[in-house]
């Protein structure tokens, strides 16, 4: 189910979330839809859009936490290979449906968190596994997570990478969302970015959060909405 909530911070909004759904802060997924700062004549809020169920995963099937801890080999408890039933099934699976696409590699775990499974695919087709700003892999994923709810794993979030991707992609918007509000913070006026998924829209307004003169909101219908970044002179 889809909720959504107001508060002057994200923090409050969040708390608010959880009270008043009666839920812990990690059984549902937060996408951050408005910011508003402080200002002279009108007070700064927060505005999110809280996705509650199974797992509290969204609707997509796409993690709202892709800024994962990975372990390496060395590191006490973390082991590649499946180490139950789940996890077996998952690489199997993961596996069989890369090579029916055609595009096979070798499967292995990348992390186990509660609640959150890392996949890692390791192919000499993973740009094409990966797709253009990573719809494939978001695909890939999503089937995953419906299949970890088939086997009775709803409560598991998996999320699916490849060659590094998902800490590649949130380097890069990081850097297009600092760039675009020098832009807008120039021309005093706004830009309209590229439609996103739920994490990437998140990571785009959390960045700017703390920027005083600039906001941000996201514009449209469907999971691949789109961020403004505008001047906050303009409301």
Same mark, same amino acid.
């Given at each position: 189910?889809?909720?959504?909530?107001?508060?002057?911070?994200?923090?409050?909004?969040?708390?608010?979330?959880?009270?008043?759904?009666?839920?812990?802060?990690?059984?549902?997924?937060?996408?951050?839809?408005?910011?508003?700062?402080?200002?002279?004549?009108?007070?700064?809020?927060?505005?999110?859009?809280?996705?509650?169920?199974?797992?509290?995963?969204?609707?997509?099937?796409?993690?709202?936490?892709?800024?994962?801890?990975?372990?390496?080999?060395?590191?006490?408890?973390?082991?590649?290979? #499946?180490? &139950?039933?789940? $996890?077996?099934?998952?690489?199997?699976?993961? /596996?069989? !449906?890369? *090579?029916? @696409?055609?595009?096979?590699?070798?499967?292995?775990?990348?992390?186990?968190?509660?609640?959150?499974?890392?996949?890692?695919?390791?192919?000499?087709?993973?740009?094409?596994?990966?797709?253009?700003?990573?719809?494939?892999?978001?695909?890939?994923?999503?089937?995953?997570?419906?299949?970890?709810?088939?086997?009775?794993?709803?409560?598991?979030?998996?999320?699916?990478?490849?060659?590094?991707?998902?800490?590649?992609?949130?380097?890069?918007?990081?850097?297009? #969302?600092? &760039?675009?509000? $020098?832009?807008?913070?120039?021309?005093?006026? /706004?830009? !309209?970015? *590229?439609? @996103?998924?739920?994490?990437?829209?998140?990571?785009?307004?959390?960045?700017?959060?703390?920027?005083?003169?600039?906001?941000?909101?996201?514009?449209?219908?469907?999971?691949?909405?789109?961020?403004?970044?505008?001047?906050?002179?303009?409301?």
């Amino acid at each position: 189910m889809v909720f959504e909530f107001e508060g002057r911070t994200e923090k409050e909004a969040i708390d608010k979330a959880a009270e008043e759904l009666g839920l812990a802060k990690d059984d549902f997924d937060v996408e951050i839809l408005e910011t508003q700062k402080n200002g002279l004549f009108k007070k700064g809020y927060v505005r999110i859009r809280v996705h509650a169920g199974a797992g509290g995963s969204t609707p997509s099937g796409i993690t709202s936490e892709v800024n994962y801890n990975q372990k390496t080999p060395s590191q006490k408890g973390y082991e590649p290979v #499946a180490q &139950n039933e789940f $996890e077996q099934k998952m690489v199997d699976f993961t /596996s069989g !449906l890369i *090579e029916r @696409m055609g595009y096979p590699g070798k499967v292995m775990i990348l992390f186990r968190e509660k609640h959150k499974l890392g996949i890692k695919i390791d192919s000499a087709h993973s740009s094409i596994l990966i797709g253009k700003k990573g719809k494939n892999l978001d695909a890939i994923q999503l089937l995953l997570n419906i299949y970890a709810g088939r086997l009775g794993k709803d409560e598991v979030r998996v999320i699916l990478d490849t060659e590094n991707y998902r800490i590649r992609r949130e380097e890069s918007l990081v850097r297009l #969302a600092y &760039n675009v509000a $020098e832009k807008v913070r120039e021309n005093r006026g /706004s830009m !309209l970015l *590229e439609p @996103m998924n739920p994490f990437d829209r998140w990571l785009i307004h959390t960045t700017l959060n703390d920027i005083g003169d600039v906001e941000t909101k996201s514009e449209g219908d469907g999971l691949y909405k789109q961020v403004r970044v505008f001047y906050r002179g303009l409301r």
